[in-house]
């Protein structure tokens, strides 16, 4: 049964400090999505890959976030420097990319705290 | 704008008494409407799509363009059905979901 893999679980860190998370996409999916869900916001997307090739990412914060993806397997988030305001749960999810009734493949998600 | 509305954060039932979770949504144009849900400690995972038009785990929704509504119904609740159900939006030619900010259904014994 094939899925979504996130590192790590849980992220608890200080102010100031950079944070990366990890994605594995589902093998042979070639898209990714990131997304951030807060309480107040809901599931917010952050960032789209296909094919390893940034899509979209005009949800995310320019200034301290990036995403990349440097090989078919492995897409990362990271915040430098992290802030308070980044606390909450960062999900990764892959598709098939075949079109627009794809169905998301969401991982477990990364719980951050920042302090 | 995009947009997909739930205007309920919380819906607390009995066993056996119907639900139904609300969803609008704001699209210029013909969008494909997803429910998902997040079981406790468990990944979000694709709950129904509107052009299936099928019955999952005995929920069904039906896509009202008139009203731009994709509300989600299920006749008699059990106590399993307790998650967060978020209802989403893709766009024409897009892979991108616009999600709504969920509603948690509470299903009391």
């Known amino acids: 049964d094939a899925r979504v893999t996130q590192t790590p679980r849980h992220k608890v860190t200080e102010m100031g400090q950079e944070v990366t998370m990890r994605c594995q996409p589902i093998l042979g999916h070639n898209t990714v999505f990131w997304y951030r869900q807060t309480m107040m916001q809901g599931l917010e997307l952050l960032a789209y890959?296909?094919?390893?090739?940034?899509?979209?990412d005009s949800g995310m914060p320019k200034d301290r976030f990036s995403a990349e993806m440097p090989d078919a397997t492995l897409a990362t988030l990271k915040i430098q420097p992290s802030e308070p305001r980044d606390s909450a749960v960062y999900f990764c999810?892959?598709?098939?990319?075949?079109?627009?009734?794809?169905?998301?493949?969401f991982g477990p998600g990364t719980r951050l705290t920042v302090l | 704008a995009q947009r997909v509305t739930q205007p309920e954060k919380l819906l607390s039932v009995f066993k056996g008494a119907p639900v139904e979770l609300k969803c609008n949504y704001s699209?210029?144009?013909?969008?494909?409407l997803f429910w998902y849900v997040q079981y406790s400690r468990q990944r979000l995972q694709l709950l129904l799509r509107h052009i299936s038009r099928e019955s999952i785990k005995g929920f069904t929704a039906d896509l009202n363009k008139g009203e731009t509504s994709f509300h989600l119904k299920k006749p008699f609740a059990q106590e399993e059905d307790s998650a967060m159900y978020y209802c989403?939006?893709?766009?024409?030619?897009?892979?991108?979901?616009?999600f709504g900010t969920g509603t948690r259904l509470q299903v009391f014994p």
């Open positions: 699209y210029s144009g013909s969008p494909e």
């Open positions: 999810a892959s598709g098939p990319g075949q079109g627009g009734t794809d169905t998301q493949y």
């Open positions: 989403a939006l893709m766009g024409y030619n897009t892979d991108k979901l616009i």
């Open positions: 890959f296909r094919n390893r090739a940034p899509l979209d």
